[in-house]
């Protein structure tokens, strides 16, 4: 497994409730494909990395908003 898959993963997995992004939908395999390596690659001390997720889960059972809290950590 890829460092940027497995970092996603174990970083939602770590999270209560666990987002359905790796539940459900296996987003982690394209978040850690494309999303975390271009993260690692930003010069974060020139400016702030910005990230917009639409749909964050308002249907679901747990809430919503669980995603955000994987992206923030």
Not at 13 to 26: G, I
């Amino acid at each position: 497994m890829a460092f940027g898959i497995k970092e996603f993963y174990d970083t939602a997995q770590s999270k209560d409730p666990v987002t359905d992004k790796v539940v459900a939908h296996q987003y982690d395999l394209m978040y850690g494909i494309f999303l975390l390596p271009l993260y690692h690659s930003f010069d974060h001390e020139a400016r702030k990395f910005k990230f917009l997720e639409i749909g964050l889960g308002c249907d679901m059972n747990y809430g919503p908003g669980a995603s955000v809290a994987v992206w923030k950590r």
